[in-house]
């Protein structure tokens, strides 16, 4: 069964940086589209990034400028750059596969970002 691991979240500063990470076995990224997503408490999990099997990225919004979504095809791992965090963006952050109806892979234990004002 095809595990999703995220890591790299942790305590920032507003107006900090970090790099989130998603590895998998079982499931070639490159093969797949993938997404960033992000579920604030009492919020419903949404899309932040995505980066297609082409290479092609798009972002929501909020973040664009700010976030980076890659794939290091090589180590078969997904990350997220995200810098200028800002407090609203708390929030667990999961990587998942995606089509065009949304993700379709059991979720990971996504990894917990939390950022102080």
């Known amino acids: 069964q095809v595990q999703l691991v995220e890591s790299g979240g942790g305590l920032v500063q507003a107006g900090g940086s970090l790099r989130l990470s998603c590895s998998a076995s079982g499931i070639i990224f490159s093969f797949n589209d993938m997404g960033w997503y992000r579920q604030a408490p009492g919020e419903q999990r949404v899309l932040v990034a995505r980066?297609?099997?082409?290479?092609?990225?798009n972002y929501a919004d909020s973040v664009k400028g700010r976030f980076t979504i890659s794939r290091d095809n090589a180590k078969n791992t997904i990350y997220l750059q995200m810098n200028s965090l800002k407090p609203e963006e708390t929030a667990v952050y999961y990587c998942?596969?995606?089509?065009?109806?949304?993700?379709?892979?059991?979720w990971g234990q996504g990894t917990q970002v939390t950022v102080s004002s």
């Open positions: 998942n596969a995606d089509d065009s109806l949304g993700p379709y892979m059991n």
């Open positions: 980066i297609r099997r082409s290479g092609s990225t």
